[in-house]
């Protein structure tokens, strides 16, 4: 099925990348959550939790020498090692994800990905992370449940209500898209990509003066902003072309 995105720049890719650095983020400041201790591979004999732990770095690092130059099945060997060895090793899994997204194997990654919400069922970053490789892998009803999970968890989470328009605009459903940016628009004005793709939106579903109403108003804080102003004249032209008043 055509792709329906809602601008050419955005791709479930550059979502996914964007949760996967709020993640890291999250991770360096707090840290990885504890796995159970019944999940930890025991030490070996002589060897200290520390030093699987220095171990599983090791093979991440390998991971990422092995991306650079594009061997994406050492890559996923090596993310594996490192996960076997610390389980909670966020940065590793999400690497690993990627590595079997690069290699088509979109529907492994959703299984390495679901490690994310195992280690932590509270939190919303996962879900939504969770729902972006699902829709890598074309699971369309289970990435719709993730994202909701998220907001259930999150109810003022930006990133989920976008994710979850643009799922709703991949699937047809484009009122109910429009419902969702006009939702994160709310929560988010200042947001400039999220201003232009609700404008789009309206464009697309006949609505040329909301989408000048909602651009106008952004252009309020941001009067500098010439391609945004080059969309307002765009629509206040076929507001204008149907015989409406000037806005």
């Known amino acids: 099925r055509a ?128 729902g972006l490789v699902q829709c890598k892998a074309r699971q369309w009803e289970v990435a719709e449940a993730s994202f909701k999970r998220a907001l259930e968890l999150a109810p003022r989470f930006v990133g989920a209500i976008v994710n979850l328009g643009v799922w709703a605009w991949e699937q047809g459903r484009d009122q109910e898209a429009l419902g969702y940016f006009k939702q994160a628009a709310q929560l988010d004005p200042a947001n400039r990509e999220l201003v232009a793709n609700l404008a789009l939106l309206h464009l697309r579903a006949d609505q040329p003066a909301e989408a000048v109403e909602v651009l106008r108003h952004y252009l309020g804080g941001h009067p500098a902003d010439a391609e945004l102003q080059g969309q307002v004249a765009e629509a206040l032209a076929i507001v204008e072309q149907r015989g409406g008043k000037k806005a």
């Open 3 to 130: 792709s329906r995105h809602i601008r050419t720049h955005f791709t479930w890719e550059r979502a996914a990348q964007r949760a996967r650095q709020v993640l890291e983020d999250l991770v360096q400041t707090a840290g990885t959550p504890a796995s159970p201790v019944a999940d930890r591979p025991r030490p070996q004999a002589g060897e200290t939790p520390d030093d699987a732990e220095k171990q599983a770095a090791l093979h991440l690092e390998e991971a990422d020498r092995c991306r650079q130059r594009r061997d994406w099945r050492q890559a996923a060997q090596a993310c594996e090692k490192a996960v076997a060895l610390k389980p909670d090793f966020v940065e590793a899994i999400m690497v690993w994800a990627d590595v079997l997204i690069e290699q088509g194997q979109a529907a492994e990654a959703v299984g390495v990905i679901h490690r994310l919400v195992e280690l932590d069922s509270d939190s919303c970053m996962a879900y939504n992370y969770l």
